[in-house]
T-cell receptor, first 110, second 114 residues
Framework: EDQVTQSPEALRLQEGESSSLNCSYT??????LFWYRQDPGKGPEFLFT???AGEEKEKERLKATLTKKESFLHITAPKPEDSATYLC???????????FGSGTKLNVKP | DAGVIQSPRHEVTEMGQEVTLRCKPI?????LFWYRQTMMRGLELLIY????????DSGMPEDRFSAKMPNASFSTLKIQPSEPRDSAVYFC????????????FGSGTRLTVV
């Protein structure tokens, strides 16, 4: 069964304390893995797309990596404005098979 | 570009009433998606359109839900009759050539059915 699991559900960090969020997946025929950021009361905001194992993408303090079974979103020296829920999604064989994880709620304290 | 525009932002209605949610996608985008987000189930794809044609509506929970896209700049999601369990945030998203997930989401409509 295709599924996407994110961990931890919630993460509290001090400003400057680096950490990683995990997204593990089991899908048939991965076509892409996507990371989104969602702020309260807003829609998800697209961050990255990863297509193949070994691929990495970076944006400011965020770096996403992909293996054959999971993806990590590394946050380096986070700031309070990085506080948000981070969602992972995978696209399987068919376009309509697009699964979102339940998200990791990140809280960065000053 | 103003992004994906949804209206209304909030909707409170009584059980049994008809509810219509509206979406204006980004100009030039050829895919449009309707999602529902709840605490229990997260983000769920309800239906998506390509070039105004519904492609897959297998995520629509019941016949009470219907969606239309009469033209490239407008789509509606209708619930008739509404029930308390329909309470959720409904998002519309659009993309160009599918883009496999690189969607632009609207700000959502928070629906409360009492």
């Amino acid at each position: 069964e295709d599924q996407v699991t994110q961990s931890p559900e919630a993460l509290r960090l001090q400003e400057g304390e680096s950490s990683s969020l995990n997204c593990s997946y089991t899908v048939s025929g991965l076509r892409g893995l996507f990371w989104y950021r969602q702020d309260p009361g807003k829609g998800p905001e697209f961050l990255f797309t990863l297509y193949s194992a070994g691929e990495e993408k970076e944006k400011e303090r965020l770096k996403a990596t992909l293996t054959k079974k999971e993806s990590f979103l590394h946050i380096t020296a986070p700031k309070p404005e990085d506080s948000a829920t981070y969602l992972c999604a995978v696209q399987a064989d068919n376009f309509n098979k697009f699964y979102f994880g339940s998200g990791t709620k990140l809280n960065v304290k000053p | 570009d103003a992004g994906v525009i949804q209206s209304p932002r909030h909707e409170v209605t009584e059980m049994g009433q008809e509810v219509t949610l509206r979406c204006k996608p980004i100009s030039g985008h050829d895919y449009l998606f309707w999602y529902r987000q709840t605490m229990m189930r997260g983000l769920e794809l309800l239906i998506y359109f390509n070039n105004n044609v519904p492609i897959d509506d297998s995520g629509m929970p019941e016949d009470r839900f219907s969606a239309k896209m009469p033209n490239a700049s407008f789509s509606t999601l209708k619930i008739q009759p509404s029930e308390p369990r329909d309470s959720a945030v409904y998002f519309c998203a659009s993309s160009f050539r599918g883009l496999g997930g690189g969607y632009t989401f609207g700000s959502g409509t928070r629906l409360t059915v009492v």
